[in-house]
């Protein structure tokens, strides 16, 4: 089945010319292609924070036999190459909205899991031994327009009447003092939640974990066809075979159209897009008023996520752009160049170094969904974390694993409503593009005038 963007970006063939992959040091060891036929008690397809999280866990806690399959590299996909916010999100809709829909319990539950999931990535960093960067604890959500100030007020309100979640609204002032200052910056929400991190040394090392637990990883591995033996599943790839007892989908943006019936048409891949310029010097940094390593992000629908690296660079990230092609990439880089030297007068034309891409995920509903399908219980998935899975993959791959091996009833651990909503396809989903064209158009103009 075509898959929605040019080719390129779902090349597994060598790991994308990133900023972390310049920076993450050795590549992880223990890893090989498949080769000839090999059986196991859990395969994974993916070989991100989702699918390594379950493997660890699965190998580690438990002793379970897994083998993970990946197209290319482990954390080659959008977990080797996002922003590193390990912070909350991974519905497109708001809180009041979740409220609306599922009340006030459902929602209290869903965000204590968010928390929860941020805290988990420390915690295997810590209990494994190996180095993530982590920048310091909170995240600053910008006011990149006036009038969103009220809406910061509003959001800080809701978070400490309904969630118990303590959060502060920065004046303009306020945030120059405290972050940075800009002509697209007039306030900010700032919530002592989640942290940043190097996105590849953090996937690298739970892909390290795994192996040394007991899990099997086989990069360069992807899965071309899935067929049925008996109560049993039988994974082809070009080097071989797995056949395992139970599978878990963990691809999320890029996630195979036509690998099984029950993903088709219910992902909508979503580009996004991050520049690195050169390391800043001190009074480079002092001539802009940057002050924090925290992540930040605006309050755009196409939003923009950025942050200072340990290394003194700027990172500038955007969703955006609907063409995949090296055409396609050397606009959107001219664009975030530009719009940089915009945001941030005091670096306009400053050198940058580094450019790349990846998939993200939208569901139909904007809902993250985990679980398993319903009318075939031994395949389960992971996916749709709307651009932000670092922190809720993991936390997801711990729960597919517990949940394989009766932890989870055990201890009375369930999954938040909001996150075990059935599957649903978007409507004629080959139009999923234009779906997404016209959505641009909608928040271009909304982002810009209202």
């Not at 972050?179 to 697209?184: K, Q």
């Not at 940043?196 to 099997?216: E, Q, T």
């Amino acid at each position: 089945m075509r898959q929605l963007y040019h080719p390129v970006i779902h090349d597994a063939s060598t790991p994308v010319e990133s900023y972390w992959e310049a920076t993450a040091g050795p590549p992880v060891e223990g890893w090989s292609p498949l080769a000839g036929d090999a059986s196991c008690d859990v395969a994974i397809i993916g070989g991100g924070y989702t699918g390594l999280s379950a493997a660890l866990h699965l190998a580690r806690d438990h002793g379970v036999d897994v083998r993970v399959l990946e197209a290319g590299v482990p954390a080659w996909g959008a977990s080797g190459r996002n922003g590193g916010f390990a912070t909350r999100g991974s519905s497109k809709l708001s809180y009041q909205e979740l409220l609306r829909r599922f009340g006030r319990d459902a929602l209290r539950h869903f965000h204590a899991t968010q928390v929860e999931s941020s805290d988990l990535v420390a915690a295997l960093a810590e209990e494994e031994g190996f180095e993530i960067d982590a920048s310091p604890k909170g995240e600053v959500y910008v006011a990149h327009k006036p009038n969103r100030m009220a809406e910061m007020a509003a959001e800080r309100d809701f978070q400490r009447d309904v969630l118990d979640q303590p959060s502060e609204v920065w004046s303009r002032a306020e945030l120059a003092e405290r972050a940075y200052a800009g002509p697209e910056a007039f306030g900010a929400l700032y919530t002592p939640v989640g942290f940043g991190l190097h996105p590849l040394k953090y996937c690298r090392g739970l892909a390290g974990a795994a192996i040394r637990r007991g899990a099997v990883v086989h990069g360069h591995s992807k899965v071309l066809k899935w067929e049925r033996q008996g109560s049993r599943h039988r994974l082809i790839t070009a080097g071989g075979t797995v056949t395992a007892g139970h599978v878990i989908v963990a691809t999320a943006g890029f996630t195979q159209e036509g690998l099984h019936p029950a993903f088709n048409g219910v992902l909508l891949p979503v580009l996004t897009n991050i520049v690195t310029t050169r390391p800043l010097t001190q009074a480079e940094r002092e001539a802009q008023g940057w002050r924090t390593e925290m992540v930040i992000s605006d309050s755009r629908n196409l939003l923009f996520y950025y942050r200072l690296l340990k290394d003194g660079r700027f990172m500038l990230g955007a969703r955006g752009g609907l063409d995949a092609s090296p055409d396609g990439a050397a606009t959107m880089r001219r664009w975030m160049e530009r719009r940089l030297g915009e945001m941030y007068p005091a670096w306009k034309g400053i050198e940058t170094t580094h450019f790349w891409r990846g998939l993200t995920d939208l569901s139909a509903d904007l809902l993250p969904h985990l679980g398993r399908l319903p009318d075939e219980p031994s395949v389960s998935y992971a996916l749709a974390y709307h651009g932000n899975g670092v922190a809720m993959g993991t936390w997801a791959g711990r729960y597919l694993a517990r949940d394989l091996v009766g932890r989870n009833d055990a201890s009375g651990s369930s999954a938040p409503v909001i996150m075990s909503q059935p599957l649903r396809r978007f409507p004629m989903p080959g139009l999923r593009k234009a779906y997404l064209r016209a959505a641009y158009m909608w928040f271009e103009a909304s982002d810009r005038f209202l």
